[in-house]
Nanobody
């Protein structure tokens, strides 16, 4: 079992930056790939980014490529989503996720956090 807790959401103006964090706990959490999904009001949940268990591979949705980066700190058991040049269409609830089996990019995940709201104003 892996527990995920997100932080860092909030409001930001278009063109600005925001960093989301996700702290994982659980005996084998460091062996899981970790990443992010988001869901905007009235829309389906969509994959945003993920990083493999050893950090050797990353995957991004086309809509965020070149603007978002993902990294992980094994000492802190935390994954980060650095959001830059944000746009109003990035507004959504962002969910941290972890998965042991699925290849990147994901369409689903085994474990989920509670979500953190990101609001981008124009």
């Amino acid at each position: 079992q892996v527990q995920l807790v997100e932080s860092g959401g909030g409001s930001v103006q278009a063109g600005g930056s925001l960093r989301l964090s996700c702290a994982a706990s659980g005996r084998t959490s460091s062996s899981y790939a970790m990443g992010w999904f988001r869901q905007a009001p009235g829309k389906e949940r969509e994959f945003v980014a993920a990083i493999s268990w050893n950090g050797g591979r990353t995957a991004f949705a086309d809509s965020v490529k070149g603007r978002f980066t993902i990294s992980r700190d094994y000492a802190q058991n935390t994954v980060y989503l650095q959001m830059s040049s944000v746009k109003p269409e990035d507004t959504a609830v962002y969910y941290c996720a972890a998965d042991h089996l699925r290849p990147l990019p994901w369409t689903d995940a085994q474990y989920w956090g509670q979500g953190t709201q990101v609001t981008v104003s124009s």
